[in-house]
T-cell receptor, first 113, second 112 residues
Framework: SQQGEEDPQALSIQEGENATMNCSYKTSINNLQWYRQNSGRGLVHLILIRSNEREKHSGRLRVTLDTSKKSSSLLITASRAADTASYFCATDGYGGSQGNLIFGKGTKLSVKP | NAGVTQTPKFQVLKTGQSMTLQCAQDMNHEYMSWYRQDPGMGLRLIHYSVGAGITDQGEVPNGYNVSRSTTEDFPLRLLSAAPSQTSVYFC???????????FGPGTRLTVL
């Protein structure tokens, strides 16, 4: 079963607007990661946030983590058409046992020029 | 560095045929894994390996076999292909499961 679940499933915005995607998960984790997938391609790592961190920034990306609510959000500021892609959260699964990285179903982001 | 490579890019099989999807990495990563991606289902873990000679099952292992004889290679075998195995398969590697995963470009498999 899926550990992480992204919300919304799809998001359509205009260039220059901010995009926010959310991820909820079920069990305790060590880290939470966000990945991006362009259509027909493999996934590319964006950012990793550890369970003892609350917020992390990388360029136009801002990730927050709330372990009490078992949720994370990914904010892309000043979006561009090139940000059009699917975004996935991933958590190490099942109480932090080594060996499992579980992905959510993804949020499909469309940025219109 | 080539990173993670997968072959073939595309494959069409008939029901009952067997085949091996190849995955190789040149980053000396211990952790390697196989995922399948189906529309609306996200990525699901098939098998993973934490080092040469060590493999374990993921969420959807039935119908697939893996082995890890070297650090570099992690082939995925379909024993008797079924239409339900039509999917896009991704291989990934990393220094360990808690860190950034590097993905290959994927193999698109169709089983008729």
């Amino acid at each position: 079963s899926q550990q992480g679940e992204e919300d919304p499933q799809a998001l359509s915005i205009q260039e220059g607007e901010n995009a926010t995607m959310n991820c909820s998960y079920k069990t305790s984790i060590n880290n939470l990661q966000w990945y991006r997938q362009n259509s027909g391609r493999g996934l590319v790592h964006l950012i990793l946030i550890r369970s003892n961190e609350r917020e992390k920034h990388s360029g136009r990306l801002r990730v927050t983590l709330d372990t009490s609510k078992k949720s994370s959000s990914l904010l892309i500021t000043a979006s561009r058409a090139a940000d059009t892609a699917s975004y996935f959260c991933a958590t190490d699964g099942y109480g932090g046992s080594q060996g499992n990285l579980i992905f959510g179903k993804g949020t499909k982001l469309s940025v219109k020029p | 560095n080539a990173g993670v490579t997968q072959t073939p890019k595309f494959q069409v099989l008939k029901t009952g045929q067997s085949m091996t999807l190849q995955c190789a990495q040149d980053m000396n990563h211990e952790y390697m894994s196989w995922y399948r991606q189906d529309p609306g289902m996200g990525l699901r873990l098939i098998h993973y390996s934490v080092g040469a000679g060590i493999t374990d099952q993921g969420e959807v292992p039935n119908g697939y076999n893996v082995s890890r004889s070297t650090t570099e290679d992690f082939p995925l075998r379909l024993l008797s292909a079924a239409p339900s195995q039509t999917s896009v398969y991704f291989c990934a590697s990393s220094s360990d499961v808690y860190n950034e995963q590097f993905f290959g470009p994927g193999t698109r498999l169709t089983v008729l």
